[in-house]
């Protein structure tokens, strides 16, 4: 689980999911793009009020070397009482070439 902010989720340490579990984007080994050195691991879920591949509040851009590349949004469907005033999400992403040596 990462991410942080709203939706209940808490702060975890990376490779630990039980924070996600009503709703969560899925993304394939995601990893914050702009850590040198990368951290060893990755995350699947993004799940609270903030989008990144590490725990906090701070939004951070993350890149994925999964092919084929997919993305999941999971839901309970259940709002109340720990998900009042949701905002929804917009995913903004570019698909890089297969260059780098993933």
């Known amino acids: 689980m990462v991410g942080g902010g709203g939706g ?3 702060p975890l340490p990376p490779g630990n999911s039980p924070g996600c579990i009503s709703d ?3 993304i394939g080994c995601i990893r914050s793009a702009d850590r040198i050195p990368p951290l060893p ?3 699947d879920r ?3 009020g903030t989008f990144s591949a590490e ?3 701070l939004a951070k851009t993350v890149q994925s070397s999964v092919r084929p590349f997919r993305l999941y949004f999971h839901t309970d469907g259940v709002e109340a009482p720990n998900d009042i005033d949701n905002r929804g999400f917009c995913l903004d992403y570019v698909q890089q070439p297969c260059t780098n040596g993933f």
């Open 8 to 10: 209940g989720a808490s």
């Open 24 to 26: 969560w984007l899925l």
């Open 41 to 43: 691991g990755c995350e």
């Open 46 to 48: 993004v799940c609270g």
């Open 55 to 57: 725990a906090g509040m």
